[in-house]
């Protein structure tokens, strides 16, 4: 039976680190590298080429909101009915990773953008999660890419903070629900990390993440924590602080004191 590894958001950051540090995985027989941008995606590809495993299958592919979902069960029933002489296949990896934010008030950042952030970050996420697992068993696991700004509501982080609130919840709810199963499943609370998010998110205004840590050494952490069996990764010393002090901080005074004092520039969507 085929093992596959899948990876969306994998042609850029964390995605692409992910994909680096998995393409040698013991357990996987092939690994699939999702995303919109086929020429990273392939660029990608070509560099994880390794002596007698299979070549990366390269996916250029929109997996955001409910059309996306469908697009990704398509894919599946493909490899079902394509596999179906050699045994089938199983999921032994799912990585999570696609998703964005927006810097700026909620008023001041364009609606239509904050709605798209909601369905990659929570309808999708929770989508490719219901679709896969009925292709997981016993050994699979499940990373869900959330942030430390899921433990606090964040002022000019104010949908972005909520959607990855969502994802944290999600993703312990469901590791509840699977642990029977022997299905691992952790969510991976990362703060600043150097990757493209703040180009993106503040629409080319600011190029990199303020004090960001390596992606290579997060996304490493990330895979031992969830190979243990744990629920969460959050890999540095004063990211564990925030996290666990963010317990004792009031959920508004936390966003009036990020909206006050943590603002982040961000050119306007033309």
Not at 70 to 80: I, Q, V
Not at 240 to 250: M, N, Q
Request: net charge positive.
């Amino acid at each position: 039976m085929k093992k596959l590894t899948i990876i969306t958001g994998a042609s850029s950051g964390m995605g692409t680190e992910f994909a680096r540090q998995l393409s040698a995985y013991s357990q996987t027989d092939e690994i699939w590298l999702l995303a919109r941008r086929k020429d990273r995606l392939e660029t990608l590809a070509a560099k994880l080429c390794i002596p007698d495993r299979p070549l990366p299958r390269v996916v250029p592919v929109d997996i955001s909101g409910r059309q996306g979902i469908s697009k990704f069960a398509d894919l599946l029933e493909e490899e079902k009915n394509a596999d179906k002489e050699l045994g089938g296949f199983r999921i032994s990896m799912l990585v999570n990773n696609a998703g964005f934010g927006t810097y700026g008030t909620f008023t001041q950042t364009d609606l239509d953008r904050q709605l798209d952030m909601i369905d990659l970050n929570c309808t999708t996420l929770t989508g490719i999660c219901g679709k896969a697992l009925p292709f997981m068993d016993r050994g699979s696991t499940i990373i869900n890419v959330a942030s430390l700004a899921s433990f606090l509501p964040l002022g000019n982080f104010a949908v972005y903070g909520a959607t990855k609130s969502y994802v944290l919840s999600f993703t312990l709810a469901l590791a509840a629900e699977t642990s029977g199963k022997g299905i691992k499943v952790c969510a991976l609370c990362p703060g600043p990390v150097s990757t493209e998010f703040a180009d993106v998110a503040s629409n080319g205004a600011r190029k990199t993440v303020l004090h960001g840590l390596p992606a290579d050494k997060v996304v490493a952490h990330c895979l031992k924590q969830a190979d243990r069996g744990k629920h969460t990764a959050i890999m540095a010393l004063k990211w564990k602080f925030k996290a666990f002090a963010s317990r004792f901080v009031g959920k508004y005074t936390g966003a009036y004191i990020t909206y006050k004092f943590c603002r982040r520039p961000a050119n306007p969507v033309s």
